[in-house]
């Protein structure tokens, strides 16, 4: 009997290793890769404080990532509700006692690390509308109760990390949120009304912006209005992107980098590092990673018995690529500038680990894709 058991549980264990989606896994892997070569570059070619804490942090959460993979989905199906309230908390938390920097209370002091919980409320808000549309069937879905429960699952932590002030995370959170009605089955006519509504008050929203996000919105109207002052990001990051050509300057030869033209490159704007190191062949080559994890996320979701992991597989595949695109034309003035990380790449603990966290989830669906939740 024991012996049985003891044979049961290791096939059990071969049974998750092989189910292990390693074409994600090594995708990751070469993206972290290329995330800390670039990294190294924003810092001059010299193992500094952003390489080695880049470095760090990506091996811890990448464990992280494997650990969370090998955890039954029922579990992140159990804590969905439970993980959703705990990030609102911090959310409080954070703009009454959170830490100030650059003019925004964003981040919690966990002594070992900075964090900042609107980061993890955009996988958190994913799991909990999953959960709470998992068991509804599609007259129920698009059912008055349903939509307003809807509705402040995912205004009640964006109006939160508006308060910080973070405009472009709050409106990112929203987006996920919206993404997962929209796998749910919620009726078309209800975003078509809202973007028809969006579109009509955008005067009254603008009006209510704070002087330094108008000036972004007029910026990226017209960045050449100030060019050494509000348009000085935007118009050194398009030269960086266009003077790396085809085939680009090559590895640590970006000049508009190294010669500090362009500020805050590691974070948001590592795309235009990248570009003008590696060129547009370069670019495309990170743009076929990303579209193989994008795909095998997705993929994930459709042989996965479970209505839950189906969900979120969908809704976090679809958000990583709407991350993606609003960082990439952000950076090529096709968007005004809001703070959109680009993941894995861009500089930043909580974004990243919010993206493993995801990552390991979609591992943990693909393991168990014959596990149905009732």
Same mark, same amino acid.
């Given at each position: 009997?024991?012996?049985?058991?003891?044979?049961?549980?290791?096939?059990?264990?071969?049974?998750?290793?092989?189910?292990?989606?390693?074409?994600?896994?090594?995708?990751?892997?070469?993206?972290?890769?290329?995330?800390?070569?670039?990294?190294?570059?924003?810092?001059?070619?010299?193992?500094?404080?952003?390489?080695?804490?880049?470095?760090?942090?990506?091996?811890?959460?990448?464990?992280?990532?494997?650990?969370?993979?090998?955890?039954?989905?029922?579990?992140?199906?159990?804590?969905?509700?439970?993980?959703?309230?705990?990030?609102?908390?911090?959310?409080?938390?954070?703009?009454?006692?959170?830490?100030?920097?650059?003019?925004?209370?964003?981040?919690?002091?966990?002594?070992?690390?900075?964090?900042?919980?609107?980061?993890?409320?955009?996988?958190?808000?994913?799991?909990?509308?999953?959960? $709470?549309?998992?068991?509804?069937?599609? /007259?129920?879905?698009?059912? #008055?109760? %349903? =939509?307003?429960?809807? !509705? *402040?699952?995912?205004?009640?932590?964006?109006?939160?990390?508006?308060?910080?002030?973070?405009?472009?995370?709050?409106?990112?959170?929203?987006?996920?949120?919206?993404?997962?009605?929209?796998?749910?089955?919620?009726?078309?006519?209800?975003?078509?009304?809202?973007?028809?509504?969006?579109?009509?008050?955008?005067?009254?929203?603008?009006?209510?912006?704070?002087?330094?996000?108008?000036?972004?919105?007029?910026?990226?109207?017209?960045?050449?209005?100030?060019?050494?002052?509000?348009?000085?990001?935007?118009?050194?990051?398009?030269?960086?992107?266009?003077?790396?050509?085809?085939?680009?300057?090559?590895?640590?030869?970006?000049?508009?980098?190294?010669?500090?033209?362009?500020?805050?490159?590691?974070?948001? $704007?590592?795309?235009?590092?990248?570009? /003008?190191?590696?060129?547009? #062949?370069? %670019? =495309?080559?990170?743009? !076929? *990673?990303?579209?193989?994890?994008?795909?095998?996320?997705?993929?994930?979701?459709?042989?996965?018995?479970?209505?839950?992991?189906?969900?979120?597989?969908?809704?976090?595949?679809?958000?990583?690529?709407?991350?993606?695109?609003?960082?990439?034309?952000?950076?090529?003035?096709?968007?005004?500038?809001?703070?959109?990380?680009?993941?894995?790449?861009?500089?930043?603990?909580?974004?990243?680990?919010?993206?493993?966290?995801?990552?390991?989830?979609?591992?943990?669906?693909?393991?168990?894709?014959?596990?149905?939740?009732?």
């Amino acid at each position: 009997m024991y012996l049985h058991s003891k044979l049961e549980n290791k096939n059990n264990i071969l049974q998750k290793v092989r189910n292990f989606d390693y074409i994600l896994f090594l995708c990751i892997l070469l993206l972290g890769l290329i995330s800390l070569a670039t990294m190294y570059s924003t810092d001059g070619g010299e193992l500094l404080f952003h390489t080695k804490s880049h470095f760090l942090k990506f091996i811890i959460f990448t464990f992280l990532m494997i650990l969370i993979s090998f955890l039954n989905i029922r579990y992140w199906f159990t804590i969905g509700y439970l993980g959703y309230l705990i990030v609102v908390i911090m959310l409080v938390w954070t703009i009454n006692f959170g830490i100030t920097a650059s003019g925004s209370q964003r981040w919690i002091d966990l002594y070992f690390i900075n964090i900042q919980p609107s980061e993890l409320m955009k996988i958190c808000i994913i799991l909990c509308l999953a959960k $709470f549309f998992h068991r509804k069937r599609l /007259e129920n879905v698009n059912s #008055f109760y %349903s =939509v307003i429960i809807s !509705l *402040i699952i995912i205004f009640l932590p964006m109006s939160l990390v508006i308060i910080q002030p973070d405009l472009g995370t709050s409106l990112l959170i929203s987006i996920s949120g919206i993404i997962v009605l929209w796998f749910a089955g919620l009726n078309h006519k209800y975003f078509f009304y809202s973007f028809l509504i969006t579109v009509i008050s955008l005067p009254f929203i603008i009006s209510f912006l704070k002087p330094y996000q108008k000036l972004r919105v007029l910026t990226f109207l017209n960045p050449d209005r100030d060019p050494l002052g509000a348009g000085y990001q935007i118009i050194q990051s398009k030269i960086a992107v266009g003077s790396g050509g085809l085939f680009g300057k090559g590895f640590l030869k970006g000049t508009q980098s190294y010669l500090e033209f362009l500020p805050e490159k590691h974070t948001d $704007f590592i795309f235009t590092l990248f570009s /003008e190191e590696f060129g547009f #062949f370069g %670019s =495309v080559f990170l743009l !076929l *990673i990303y579209t193989i994890i994008i795909y095998r996320i997705i993929r994930t979701g459709v042989i996965s018995r479970s209505y839950f992991a189906k969900i979120f597989c969908y809704s976090f595949g679809a958000s990583m690529f709407v991350y993606i695109v609003i960082n990439m034309s952000m950076v090529l003035g096709l968007l005004p500038i809001v703070g959109s990380p680009l993941p894995i790449m861009s500089y930043g603990g909580s974004s990243m680990l919010a993206t493993m966290i995801g990552f390991g989830i979609v591992m943990s669906a693909k393991i168990h894709s014959e596990q149905s939740i009732a």
